[in-house]
């Protein structure tokens, strides 16, 4: 699941980076690619840690990208994806797993962020 989304967004840098010229600096994509190639690194290691201690360290990896809100964003989902304790079961990377975490990963940004729809986040 995340190999393919890193894919897509690596395919997509320059259309990423184009958006974010109309109200940003135009880095958007770079910095995907850059929390992608984190992310991948990470996750991929070779290692007896649980999915939940992977996923912990990756997204804090991501948070340390730097390039704005964008990896921010990224490495807290993840975090969150951790602490849905996924981990716990031993399960590895397949996908109903890491499916099952994202809406509870989502409440932890939204949360961290003080996010709700039509706004963002601190200001």
Request: with cysteine; hydrophobic share 40%; net charge negative.
């Amino acid at each position: 699941m995340f190999g393919s989304a890193a894919e897509q967004i690596r395919k997509n840098q320059d259309m990423l980076s184009q958006l974010d010229c109309i109200g940003g600096d135009g880095d958007h994509g770079t910095t995907m690619v850059r929390a992608m190639e984190v992310l991948e690194i990470e996750l991929n290691a070779e290692n007896d840690k649980s999915l939940q201690a992977r996923l912990e360290e990756a997204g804090w990896s991501v948070l340390g990208v730097g390039g704005g809100a964008s990896s921010a964003l990224l490495g807290t989902l993840i975090v969150g994806m951790a602490e849905a304790e996924l981990g716990t079961r031993r399960i590895g990377l397949r996908r109903p797993a890491v499916c099952e975490a994202v809406p509870l990963s989502l409440c932890v940004v939204i949360a961290g962020g003080r996010l709700s729809a039509g706004r963002g986040g601190r200001r």
